[in-house]
Every structure is written in C-alpha cells, then in structure tokens.
C-alpha cells in the first residue's frame, strides 16, 4: 500500500488548509486511519483518527474544535481540513492506519506564519 500526502502549503495564522491523502490497494476501507504530524526536533504525534466506517473521530487536544476529519472509501482517500491555524501547528503531515502500520509515505508540509 502506498500513501500519498497532498495540500500542505504556507498559509498565515487564522487560515485554513485541506490535506488530502491517497491509498493504493484495497484495504483502505477495513482500516481505522489517522493524520499524524512531526514538527522539528519533535517525535511524530497523532493529531486525529477515524474509524473505519468514518462514524468515529478523535483528536488531539491541541488541534479539537479546528481540524475536521474525514474520509472517502470508495475514493480510498481521507481528507484533514485545518481552520483556524497557528504557527503550532507547523509541521510534515502524514497519514496512516492507526495505530500505523503502512510504510510512511513523504508527507505534505504545513507552514503557518505568524
């Protein structure tokens, strides 16, 4: 399976992005799956999880009441929209199953100017 990470950019704080992520192969649909994030000189966080339906979302603390996510089984492919960024939230993002299991895939870079 591979997992490819698109939409990240530079945007100002308060503004918004949607990440997309793309899943080769056929079990995208029988896998709980998340977003995760590495800042510099910071370990990789989980920042939000789905089920495998898509009826149950988690999120981490830091990013709850701004970052929606979502997912598309017969497109293979889960969404994270951003609102309301902070220069905090500056990092790589990446998807995977969770707990991940996939080989990682590039990421997509995030910037949020203050």
């Known amino acids: 399976v591979q997992l490819v990470e698109s939409g990240g950019g530079l945007v100002q704080a308060g503004g918004s992005l949607r990440l997309s992520c793309q899943a080769s192969?056929?079990?995208?649909?029988?896998?709980?799956m998340g977003w995760y994030r590495q800042a510099p000189g910071k370990q990789r966080e989980l920042v939000a999880r789905?089920?495998?339906?898509?009826?149950?979302?988690n999120y981490a603390d830091s990013v709850k009441g701004r970052f929606t996510i979502s997912r598309d089984n017969a497109q293979n492919t889960m969404y994270l929209q951003m609102n309301s960024l902070k220069p905090e939230d500056t990092a790589v993002y990446y998807c995977?199953?969770?707990?991940?299991?996939?080989?990682w895939g590039q990421g997509t870079q995030v910037t949020v100017s203050s």
């Open positions: 192969g056929n079990t995208f649909s029988i896998n709980a």
């Open positions: 789905i089920t495998t339906g898509g009826g149950s979302t």
């Open positions: 995977n199953t969770n707990p991940p299991t996939y080989h």
